[in-house]
């Protein structure tokens, strides 16, 4: 049953030299209980995307247009008190890039947590300090942490509070924004193991934001590879490790190392990705593409569809090509 059904989203950021399109045409579907790893490389829009979800889009970004729906409603035509009250924390909620900015350092982390609570619902603090040690617990920190200012905890720490703060009110669908970036192997091992754990205890749907292909293999069902605002391919993760069909999936597994192949050479992809200012014409990945053709200097490809959930947009794919 479809929980998020995103439908050619643009989501643009102004600037003094014109607007940089870094989500555009973006379609999406997810099931609940799925989890999606959103994987490309830095600048892609990925976590415009996330935010445009969220509609936490920064003061100069806007959706153009598009429809955001969330178990069918779209959210994109609430005004912002509604989408603030029954939906922003509540129905939806977003793990941060960096627990050491995301949290406010003057206030306890319990509090912080307590205050997303009595926001939302209608409990006294003391309830919402007591759920807030409920979810330590359930993230793996000593419950009297709560009382803690965030600098005197750890990485990992800080990141599960996070985690434990976009749990607070029970949502049941999650982004999580890279959200072991800057934690070492052995706390992010342990971090993606709680948020796998919660996941499956709750029924979440999850949305994981990473350029990191290890991560999305540990922790999802299902990949989208998304580059220069477009999502390039999705599927299963099988399908994407295994069968990849779009050159910039194939070109990212190859730059990937694998521990079953540990002779395998790997392989970087040529240039960098396009300015969003003014996009390539036709397929964002033409410029680098080792496949390229003239129809892809073009026309934009069209989603093929080449098993049940396994799309990819190429012009190698379609019969015309
Ligand atoms: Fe390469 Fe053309 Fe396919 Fe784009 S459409 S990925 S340029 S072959």
């Given at each position: 049953m479809t929980i998020l059904d995103v439908q050619d989203l643009k989501a643009y950021y102004s600037t003094l030299k014109g607007d940089v399109k870094a989500v555009d045409d973006v379609r999406l579907q997810m099931d609940r209980g799925e989890a999606l790893g959103l994987v490309?490389?830095?600048?892609?829009?990925k976590t415009t995307l996330a935010l445009a979800i969220m509609r936490l889009l920064p003061w100069n970004g806007r959706i153009v247009e598009g429809k955001i729906r969330l178990d069918g409603v779209d959210i994109v035509e609430l005004d912002e008190n509604t989408f603030d009250k029954d939906y922003r924390w509540k129905r939806m909620s977003y793990i941060f890039q960096g627990a050491m900015n995301a949290l406010n350092p003057v206030f306890k982390v319990g509090d912080q947590i307590a205050e997303a609570i009595t926001i939302h619902e209608d409990v006294e603090k003391k309830e919402a300090i007591e759920r807030a040690r409920e979810l330590f617990s359930l993230v793996g920190v000593d419950p009297d942490r709560v009382t803690s200012y965030p600098h005197e905890l750890s990485g990992g720490m800080k990141q599960r509070a996070m985690i434990a703060m976009a749990l607070a009110c029970n949502p049941d669908f999650i982004i999580a924004d890279e959200p072991t970036t800057a934690l070492d192997v052995i706390v992010q091992a342990q971090t993606l193991q709680v948020i796998n754990d919660l996941r499956n205890k709750f029924g979440l749907t999850m949305m994981l934001i990473t350029h990191d292909l290890s991560v999305v293999a540990q922790t999802c069902t299902t990949c989208a590879i998304m580059y220069a605002g477009n999502i390039m391919e999705y599927s299963d993760i099988e399908t994407i490790f295994k069968n990849p069909a779009h050159p910039y999936t194939k070109a990212l597994t190859s730059a990937f190392p694998s521990i079953k192949e540990d002779r395998r050479e790997l392989k970087s992809i040529a240039g960098v990705p396009p300015n969003l200012l003014n996009p390539p014409k036709g397929c964002r990945f033409h410029p680098r593409c080792p496949n390229r053709m003239d129809i892809c200097t073009k026309e934009k490809p069209e989603y093929t569809e080449l098993s049940e959930n396994h799309l990819a947009a190429c012009h190698l794919l379609t019969k015309e090509a």
């Open positions: 490309g490389e830095s600048g892609c829009g």
